[in-house]
């Protein structure tokens, strides 16, 4: 005779329905996880994920890691890890614990902000300083930035304009919308949106390219910081549907 759990029964029900109506929600996109390889040089430099999950509680997950490979590991242990949990109610995204923990034989980095919605305000810290940043309803941070991002392209919008919280401030990010672009990806050639975002002193700048077969996901983040460029390119992703090669 086959025992049934309940709880676990409807423990998996409950996840399902969760699902649904996340995926329903202003075409947000459904949970998935993301491969990617990082690049320097045109030299392999490390891997990392992204992964967007739902909670029990109904609040959302998104999580990007990365760390060092191959000869510049023997030089530099870098190991980043980003988490955003937020809440997802009729299309809008509220960040409500966002971590930022930069592991690294160089400089180490640390940085938590949690948003108080009751209050207006974000508590922000380092673990040596602690700011308060007054919010509004729309403010993100600086992970789920990216979901958001997915979210308007694949709701057809081409002006992007975001406000997050970064450490002490809230800051605006427009990316300006460079065309329609073929990108070589570890899954072939994919047909993408050009977006990139310079900043005020010209000293940093930040590309992507966003894969409307795949929900817009960005298959490509280049990251320039006074000269020295990272790229981090999709091997491999799972739960945005099947995409064919070309």
Not at 38 to 58: D, F
Request: aromatic letters at 10%; glycine letters at 6%; charged letters at 20%.
């Amino acid at each position: 005779m086959i025992k049934i759990n309940i709880i676990n029964v409807l423990t998996v029900c409950t996840l399902m329905l969760v699902s649904l109506s996340i995926q329903a929600e202003g075409k947000f996109p459904p949970p998935f996880k993301a491969h990617y390889q990082l690049y320097s040089g045109g030299l392999p430099v490390g891997q990392g994920t992204r992964q967007l999950s739902y909670l029990e509680n109904g609040h959302l997950k998104f999580e990007s890691q990365s760390h060092t490979t191959g000869v510049l590991a023997l030089f530099r242990d870098d190991k980043i890890f980003e988490q955003s949990i937020f809440s997802l109610k009729n299309g809008q995204v509220s960040p409500l614990v966002y971590i930022y923990d930069q592991k690294s034989s160089k400089k180490p980095k640390y940085l938590k902000v949690q948003f108080d919605w009751p209050n207006k305000v974000a508590h922000s810290t380092n673990k040596q300083e602690n700011w308060e940043i007054p919010i509004n309803n729309g403010i993100l941070d600086k992970l789920v930035y990216q979901l958001v991002v997915m979210q308007n392209l694949a709701q057809g919008k081409k002006n992007l304009t975001y406000q997050f919280v970064d450490k002490d401030k809230a800051k605006v990010y427009t990316p300006k919308f460079l065309g329609k672009e073929q990108l070589e990806t570890g899954m072939g050639t994919i047909d993408t949106l050009k977006y990139q975002r310079i900043s005020s002193n010209k000293k940093r700048s930040t590309t992507l390219w966003c894969a409307p077969d795949l929900h817009y996901l960005p298959v490509r983040v280049d990251h320039d910081e006074k000269g020295y460029l990272i790229s981090t390119v999709l091997q491999s992703v799972e739960g945005l549907g099947k995409f064919t090669r070309k």
